[in-house]
């Protein structure tokens, strides 16, 4: 099983690495778990210092963990096959997420990022945003705010020391949710991360906490990791489900989790997407 999980993530950064190879293909179309996320992507950088423990990035790109996490820097030549894959996508419906296999927000500079959110402004392109940066990312709020733009945080704890021991160079719990709330005020769409679930508690009590400043939630258990397999899904599974509904937010449950919950639980799961888009989205 562990090994046709890896295959499919492998698949579903074919484009990433052809475009490594040939060095013009900036916007591709994620397979497999990632689509679930959003329909295009970019990765901007290569590498990534996070250091998360259940990064899966360097083993789909044929990388040694300490060399992936030693560094991120641009992408040769990305900003180029950026404008020019922007421009011939100019006023998609589809959002383009920044980033999968990197953060758009890396403790060495985020200029890269904010020329490629100028880029896909001008062509009137959809971002979704994901980052562990924290407030590092406020700094392109002005731009989020006047654009068809949502921003993403993945977090996954409660607990401060959990966060240190998993994701240890990332932003810290309370520096993730200050930028949260101050994407929600500045009337930026929000959404929540909450994958790879590792604590079952603590990402449920997010939920709760977050509801007031979170448009959309994005569920989904850790895969690949010894620890997912002493984790009950089938009693934590239904319990995202229904803490997702009261929150009266937009809400998926990504595929991984289909297996834990009835027929009807799943159609319930993602009959919101179509209900309620988020804010950015629905203005699609
Ligand atoms: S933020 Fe993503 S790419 Fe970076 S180390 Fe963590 S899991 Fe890997």
Redesign the pocket.
């Known amino acids: 099983m562990r090994c046709r999980q890896l295959a499919l993530d492998r698949q579903a950064l074919a484009w990433y690495i052809q475009g490594e190879e040939r060095n013009v293909k900036a916007i591709y179309e994620p397979k497999g778990a990632a689509r679930e996320y959003s329909p295009l992507a970019c990765n901007l950088y290569s590498g990534?210092?996070?250091?998360?423990l259940?990064?899966?990035?360097p083993a789909v790109l044929y990388r040694t963990p300490a060399d992936f996490?030693r560094e991120a820097k641009p992408r040769d030549g990305i900003l180029k096959a950026l404008d020019k894959d922007a421009r011939r996508l100019a006023d998609s419906s589809d959002p383009v997420l920044f980033c999968f296999?990197?953060?758009p927000y890396p403790a060495g500079g985020s200029e890269t990022t904010r020329e490629a959110l100028c880029i896909m402004a001008a062509c009137n392109i959809p971002v979704q945003v994901l980052t562990?940066a924290g407030t590092r990312a406020e700094r392109d709020f002005d731009l989020l705010a006047g654009m068809r733009a949502q921003f993403g945080t993945?977090l996954l704890f409660t607990d401060e020391a959990d966060r240190q021991q998993w994701?240890p160079n990332?932003a810290t719990v309370g520096n993730r949710i200050a930028a949260i709330r101050e994407a929600h005020a500045a009337g930026i769409s929000t959404w929540l991360s909450i994958e790879p679930i590792i604590d079952p508690e603590q990402a449920l009590a997010l939920i709760g906490l977050l509801s007031d400043v979170v448009d959309e939630w994005r569920i989904g258990k850790l895969n690949h990791h010894p620890l997912a397999k002493q984790i009950n899904w089938h009693y934590w599974a239904p319990k995202f489900l229904e803490a997702a509904k009261a929150s009266r937010r937009t809400y998926m449950l990504k595929d991984s989790m289909r297996r834990y919950l009835t027929p009807e639980q799943w159609a319930e799961s993602r009959q919101a997407l179509t209900v309620a888009p988020p804010r950015g989205i629905s203005q699609v």
């Open positions: 990534c210092t996070h250091g998360c259940y990064c899966y990035v996490h296999t990197c953060d562990k993945t994701e990332a």
